[in-house]
């Protein structure tokens, strides 16, 4: 018994869920009972060999789990949309502050009534074409603008901004705030529709984070659905994890398994795009430098041609000037001097004496030598026979 102190003074945390615990698990009504509902959420972990769901009729939901010593109990598989009964009591987790219906025996009651509305709508929208590939809009490859209909701040609508911003920094992105879970839903969704139509965007956007099936039924609802489907601007779906399904996924003109997933689709053909330019440049860097690289051998070979062109001309020119030179030297009449030959001229007129017809006797002559010049008078002229 949970001795509970004065109402002036302030309760501690644990004292109220003690207090909730005990009059919870104490209360004989709710301690053997058997509950009629519908399976929904159901996952089986086999870990710890347990199966949790949720039953629900449509309003409310409660959290079930069976453990591993009450499976052998089962005469079926639980499934989504069942309609169950099943018997047990409510357990409360006191540190957590949560209760749960602990499921002892679990027999199976046929299909659950919001599975068959779900499959009638269904059925009846898919015979009116509604979900038909040819009357969905194609989706722009370069969207400039998106709106997005999502729970403003939500952790869907952050991991949607981030995942496009990384790549995509020039796409404008308009938020239009939506309640995306419980009765309202439907209509605050369908009012956002009707308000992205005053905003100049090329594609919306509806989005939401995981959760259980009652948290996503909003998104089966018929006039919701007819509505996607008469919107002029294409529409992207993101509900849930990979695992859910609505009717908006049907109807949308495209859907994806998660917000995330939604937004890689958007970026994907700007990075292919980003990546084709890179693959082009890469292929004209290396163009150009294979082309310059052979323009740069193209050149020093005719370097080296020319430089050896110009040294065998210059060694050429080196031996011509020299067989010029020496040719020079002997033609030069001092080369003759030196052999023991003079030049004779007269020494009034300077004019060389080539002939003894030149010269009389008592002219006065100058002979040049080798290394000067002997001035001579003319003494005798003798003729050669």
């Not at 109990?73 to 499934?79: E, K, M, N, R, V």
């Not at 949309?81 to 987790?93: D, E, L, Q, T």
């Not at 509900?239 to 689709?265: M, N, Q, R, Y």
Request: overall charge neutral.
């Amino acid at each position: 018994m949970i001795k509970l102190m004065n109402t002036n003074s302030p309760l501690s945390v644990s004292t109220v869920n003690e207090t909730i615990k005990s009059i919870l698990e104490n209360n004989f009504l709710i301690q053997d009972i058997w509950i009629e509902g519908e399976l929904s959420n159901v996952k089986y972990y086999a870990k710890g060999n347990q199966f949790y769901f949720n039953l629900t009729d449509g309003k409310s939901i409660l959290n079930c789990v069976i453990y591993s010593q009450f499976l052998k109990l089962l005469t079926f598989q639980p499934q989504h949309g069942m309609k169950v009964y099943a018997r047990g009591k409510i357990k409360v987790f006191q540190n957590k502050g949560q209760y749960i219906f602990q499921v002892v025996y679990l027999s199976v009651d046929g299909v659950g009534q919001q599975n068959l509305a779900f499959e009638e709508l269904k059925k009846k929208l898919t015979s009116e074409g509604l979900f038909n590939s040819e009357n969905k809009h194609p989706i722009p490859l370069y969207p400039k603008s998106i709106g997005v209909i999502t729970s403003p701040d939500s952790a869907a609508m952050w991991d949607f901004i981030k995942t496009v911003r990384k790549e995509v920094g020039y796409m404008h992105i308009s938020i239009i705030p939506a309640i995306m879970q419980g009765t309202q839903s439907a209509l605050s969704v369908i009012d956002a529709l009707n308000f992205s139509d005053t905003v100049n965007v090329d594609l919306i956007v509806i989005i939401r984070g995981g959760g259980s099936k009652e948290d996503l039924a909003c998104f089966n609802d018929e006039l919701l659905v007819r509505k996607v489907y008469q919107h002029d601007v294409p529409i992207l779906s993101g509900i849930g994890h990979e695992t859910d399904f609505t009717l908006l996924d049907l109807v949308s003109d495209k859907s994806f398994a998660t917000p995330t997933a939604v937004a890689k689709e958007l970026i994907m053909p700007f990075i292919n795009i980003k990546q084709s330019v890179a693959n082009q440049l890469s292929r004209i860097e290396n163009k150009l430098i294979t082309k310059i690289k052979n323009t740069e051998m193209t050149l020093n070979y005719s370097l080296d041609t020319l430089q050896t062109n110009i040294q065998n001309k210059k060694d050429k020119l080196a031996i011509k000037i020299k067989s010029v030179s020496k040719q020079l030297a002997y033609a030069n009449p001092l080369h003759q001097l030196q052999k023991g030959y003079s030049i004779v001229t007269k020494k009034e007129s300077a004019s060389p004496v080539k002939s003894i017809s030149d010269v009389d006797i008592d002219d006065c002559i100058n002979i040049q030598v080798y290394d000067g010049i002997i001035s001579s008078v003319i003494e005798g002229i003798h003729k050669n026979e």
